[in-house]
């Protein structure tokens, strides 16, 4: 749970510097401001690298042990940050085009190390019981909103945004330092031992040839070399899509349609529909709302790893395209439509979004590796953080055409 919220507070981070980098930068792109797009430039480079980390990741299961991955991935993370926490200090002001560029490039950087870090930590936790998996998790989302909730506070206070950057970001270090700790305990606990042996010990007592996944040599093949991703695949399939599709719509919505949503009332002069809307009604609550939902799955598992209404509920989801598409999105290019007038639509939807995210998509990665053999749980964990980022990474690039067409 510390691991997850880690790297989730570390790019909430970079989530929530966003809007206060952009207010600096001004600088006309094809007849509208960069700063329209860097959003969709950012969930870009934080989501498509990851795919092919996941990869890599994939094929070094068996090959690298899980702790050199995590370690290692951690030590990369923390010296890409410990790079930008300094250059806070520098005065980028009159080369604010390169560095968006610097900043992207550490993003990608950062995207394929927490790829790496992330889908490791989700394999070693297949091998335990469902409610630690539900508790990384939660934590994921944990960390999401202490970000939220830090960023409207530092709003509040009006400290400078050089200042907030470096608290921000020396929170991260501070995190990853934290997650270094927390990992090297925990082979030092009893309950931690019992779950964590190695995949040959797990395989000499589950009899992997008698399994519905053995057939294809015995026992030993599955320790040597690239997991049997086709076996696999073929029993998570319907689970691996589900999850992408989840955080496909996901990162479609947020942040770059919510983010962008002001209030109908702007004008009205208060703070409330001015400086603390978008940090309230897009970071906040789904946060919040997501976190909640990831919780439940703590008490509910409803529907089923082999239901068919779990990918139907899920399809259901791509309704809330239009839904925001129609809120008061600004600026418009093409379309002036404007459905839901009341900043209560956004709340409500930006609510249903989080919430659904966080319990749909947590049941899909806690079923995933409870459906195949316990020594092919960690790649089974890899595979479907694989299809998680495949989600974040078309879903960003998607996001990129429907900001061109609102």
């Known amino acids: 749970m510390v691991a997850k919220q880690g790297i989730a507070i570390e790019w909430g981070n970079l989530n929530c510097l966003d809007r206060q980098w952009v207010a600096c930068?001004?600088?006309?792109?094809?007849?509208?401001?960069?700063?329209?797009?860097?959003?969709?430039?950012?969930?870009?480079?934080?989501?498509?690298?990851?795919?092919?980390?996941?990869?890599?990741?994939?094929?070094?299961?068996?090959?690298?042990?899980?702790?050199?991955?995590?370690?290692?991935?951690?030590?990369?993370?923390?010296?890409?940050?410990?790079?930008?926490?300094?250059?806070?200090?520098?005065?980028?002001?009159?080369?604010?085009?390169?560095?968006?560029?610097?900043?992207?490039?550490?993003?990608?950087?950062?995207?394929?190390?927490?790829s790496i870090f992330t889908s490791s930590i989700f394999g070693v936790t297949g091998r335990f019981p469902m409610k630690y998996c539900q508790a990384v998790i939660s934590g994921q989302a944990m960390g999401g909103l202490i970000c939220s909730i830090v960023s409207i506070v530092d709003l509040a206070a009006a400290t400078s945004v050089t200042d907030s950057a470096l608290v921000y970001f020396l929170t991260a270090d501070l995190f990853i330092v934290i997650c270094f700790i927390a990992y090297l305990i925990l082979p030092r606990l009893e309950y931690a031992r019992f779950y964590m042996r190695s995949i040959e010990e797990v395989s000499k007592e589950a009899s992997l040839p008698n399994s519905s996944l053995a057939g294809e040599g015995d026992s030993t093949s599955v320790n040597q070399g690239i997991p049997p991703w086709r076996p696999i695949l073929k029993k998570i399939s319907v689970l691996a899509s589900c999850v992408f599709y989840v955080f496909f719509i996901s990162i479609i919505i947020f942040p770059t349609l919510s983010s962008s949503i002001v209030s109908v009332n702007t004008f009205s002069g208060s703070i409330w529909t001015n400086k603390y809307f978008t940090p309230l009604?897009?970071?906040?609550?789904?946060?919040?709302?997501?976190?909640?939902?990831?919780?439940?799955?703590?008490?509910?598992?409803?529907?089923?790893?082999?239901?068919?209404?779990?990918?139907?509920?899920?399809?259901?989801?791509?309704?809330?395209?239009?839904?925001?598409?129609?809120?008061?999105?600004?600026?418009?290019?093409?379309?002036?439509?404007?459905?839901?007038?009341?900043?209560?639509?956004?709340?409500?939807?930006?609510?249903?979004?989080?919430?659904?995210?966080?319990?749909?998509?947590?049941?899909?990665?806690?079923?995933?590796?409870?459906?195949?053999?316990?020594?092919?749980?960690?790649?089974?964990?890899?595979?479907?953080?694989?299809?998680?980022?495949?989600?974040?990474?078309?879903?960003?690039?998607f996001s990129v055409v429907v900001v061109h067409l609102i």
């Not at 430039?41 to 702790?67: C, D, E, G, Q």
């Not at 791509?318 to 956004?346: E, G, W």
């Not at 806690?366 to 020594?375: D, L, Q």
Request: charge should be positive.
């Open 25 to 114: 930068y001004d600088r006309p792109v094809h007849g509208k401001k960069r700063v329209n797009y860097f959003e969709s430039y950012l969930a870009i480079a934080s989501t498509v690298p990851s795919v092919l980390f996941m990869m890599v990741n994939f094929m070094l299961v068996n090959r690298v042990s899980a702790k050199v991955r995590i370690l290692s991935s951690l030590a990369v993370m923390l010296l890409v940050f410990v790079v930008t926490t300094v250059l806070v200090k520098v005065n980028t002001s009159l080369w604010m085009y390169e560095f968006s560029t610097v900043t992207l490039v550490c993003v990608v950087i950062i995207t394929g190390a927490s």
């Open 281 to 397: 009604t897009c970071f906040l609550m789904y946060n919040f709302a997501d976190l909640c939902g990831r919780q439940v799955t703590a008490w509910i598992q409803i529907p089923g790893p082999n239901s068919k209404l779990f990918p139907a509920v899920i399809l259901l989801r791509t309704v809330f395209i239009p839904l925001f598409v129609f809120c008061n999105y600004q600026p418009r290019a093409h379309s002036d439509i404007v459905l839901f007038q009341h900043d209560a639509y956004p709340v409500i939807f930006i609510s249903l979004v989080g919430l659904s995210n966080g319990y749909l998509g947590s049941l899909a990665m806690i079923y995933g590796p409870k459906v195949v053999p316990k020594e092919l749980a960690e790649a089974a964990g890899v595979m479907m953080t694989f299809f998680l980022n495949l989600g974040l990474a078309l879903g960003s690039a």
